[in-house]
């Protein structure tokens, strides 16, 4: 890569630390019981996409900038709660739970990370970086038939982040993209499960339009920011700090910008 | 879903038992499935929170306290949902009579005493059929307390309910928290077509109206084995054969 062209971040450090406004917050549905949404500070902001379209690359260059910028940060992702990460990876690995069951258990794992990570971080002001979200979990579903309906009550518990970007990556960008980082594809990644095809290449692009496709439709209900997933991690991301900075910015009474409006 | 398995035309059947920790449900349901395979009946018993996979998962998460009213709900949902689609359904789908020791109406009665919206869990719940038949054993609620309190005086955390900080005393949290989950039980009774039992009688008296309820509402010889069936009613092959020909 050449070093004279690569974008810097679009502020140093050294400049006045923005302190965010406390913007009114709500779930999607039900929401969870025993929370008070006016006592939620903090920013919770969502990267989604497929595997190998970036998505830890640039949370990890966004915090690098916020951290920079004087804003604390707490990073999540699936399947990492306390409560059911271990289980859900052995069951995965053989592969024996039904749909509606994998399905109830990923919304588990989902519920105690909302409940006893990001929840508490943003009340205690953190901007909270989500490795993926419930649209990642509804997308598959999908995918695989499931009702939406069904999925949108389940995921009503869920509280509407501050901004989604969504990182677009061509399904033949995206293979070559999984080759280099493990010579391989992932079995769910590929969506071998539905028998899209049997061999093991096809089906990672069968599936991954599929998936697209499935995200497409929920952009147009959820409102996420779509970004170009193909360019230069520096190039992406510096569109990230562009869109993170107008959220950080965002007033009490402001009701631009992205995702909150209902589903 | 609001249609029993009958209406959407399972060959097999479900019965379900209702009621408080106590009530002696259990108890029930077991002399049940004794009737039955002694009658030589295609039966299987179902618990729940009992799916292998799913259960480390629970005990962990009440041994260490993790668990809020929308995990509790949620795992107790994943355990359901694996015994429904990889057990439940396959045998009635084999025209297996299944015996149920609680079904989807504990979730309906307990999360929504823990504070889950009732729509948000009805509705994670809808992938389900309903029973055929639901017995609910109706005990004073002294009686099933002190059926669990004078045989086992150490109460668990979830089970007492103290997630919900009724009272820092134990029983006194279960006190109230049994009763509040009977008041949700009665109310959905009239809605879900509850067969209420009155579980202040003796246990063959109650017994013997499950079962007489059951004869009346199920024809329980269609359930035979395959094996007992072909022992008492298959004809011997001299009495077969004139009747083949007849089918042609």
Not at chain 1, 218 to 245: H, P
Not at chain 2, 115 to 133: K, M, Q, S
Request: charged share 25%.
């Amino acid at each position: 890569m050449v070093t004279d062209k690569r974008p810097k971040s679009r502020k140093s450090s050294n400049g006045p630390i923005v302190v965010p406004e406390r913007t009114p917050r709500r779930f999607y549905g039900h929401g969870v019981p025993n929370v008070e949404l006016n006592r939620l500070a903090g920013r919770l902001i969502v990267v989604e996409g497929a595997d190998g379209s970036g998505r830890s690359t640039q949370i990890a260059m966004l915090t690098r900038w916020l951290e920079g910028n004087g804003h604390a940060t707490a990073q999540v992702g699936l399947k990492r709660s306390t409560l059911v990460s271990e289980e859900l990876d052995q069951a995965k690995k053989g592969n024996i739970l039904s749909r509606t069951t994998l399905s109830l258990f990923y919304a588990t794992d989902f519920a105690d990370q909302l409940e006893n990570s990001i929840l508490p971080a943003l009340k205690a002001g953190f901007i909270v970086l989500a490795d993926r979200y419930t649209y990642t979990l509804m997308a598959r579903d999908l995918v695989r038939g499931m009702d939406q309906a069904w999925l949108e009550n389940l995921y009503s518990i869920a509280l509407v982040p501050d901004a989604v970007f969504y990182l677009k990556v061509s399904p033949e960008i995206l293979v070559q993209r999984n080759f280099a980082k493990d010579f391989g594809l992932d079995y769910w990644e590929s969506g071998m499960d539905l028998g899209l095809s049997r061999d093991m290449f096809d089906s990672f692009m069968k599936y991954q339009a599929l998936m697209a496709a499935q995200f497409e439709r929920l952009q147009t209900t959820y409102g996420f920011s779509i970004i170009d997933g193909d360019r230069s991690a520096e190039e992406i991301n510096l569109e990230l700090q562009q869109k993170t900075e107008q959220v950080l910015a965002r007033k009490r009474e402001a009701k631009a910008g992205a995702p909150s409006r209902a589903p | 879903m609001t249609k029993t398995f009958a209406e959407l035309k399972f060959p097999g059947r479900l019965i379900a038992v209702e009621g408080l920790d106590g009530s002696g449900k259990s108890t029930q349901i077991y002399l049940l499935k004794r009737w039955m395979e002694w009658q030589g009946l295609k039966v299987f018993f179902s618990e729940w929170n009992s799916s292998d996979i799913v259960k480390a998962a629970t005990s962990k998460g009440k041994k260490r306290e993790l668990l809020s009213p929308t995990t509790f709900s949620l795992i107790h949902a994943t355990d359901f949902a694996d015994r429904y689609e990889r057990q439940l359904v396959p045998l009635l789908r084999a025209g297996y009579i299944v015996l149920c020791d609680r079904f989807i109406f504990t979730a309906f009665a307990r999360d929504v005493v823990r504070g889950c919206p009732p729509e948000w869990v009805r509705g994670i719940y809808n992938f389900a059929a309903l029973p055929d038949l639901t017995f609910f054993f109706k005990a004073d609620l002294d009686v099933s307390l002190n059926r669990i309190l004078d045989g086992r005086p150490q109460l668990k955390y979830f089970e007492a309910g103290m997630d919900l900080r009724l009272s820092s005393d134990p029983y006194e949290s279960f006190r109230i928290f049994q009763g509040r989950i009977l008041e949700q039980y009665l109310a959905m009774s009239t809605e879900f077509k509850f067969l209420v039992l009155d579980a202040n009688q003796p246990i063959e008296a109650q017994q013997s109206v499950v079962r007489e309820l059951i004869a009346s509402r199920i024809d329980l010889a269609a359930f035979a084995t395959e094996v007992s069936h072909a022992h008492r009613a298959s004809p011997r092959p001299a009495e077969l054969m004139p009747a083949a020909p007849a089918k042609v």
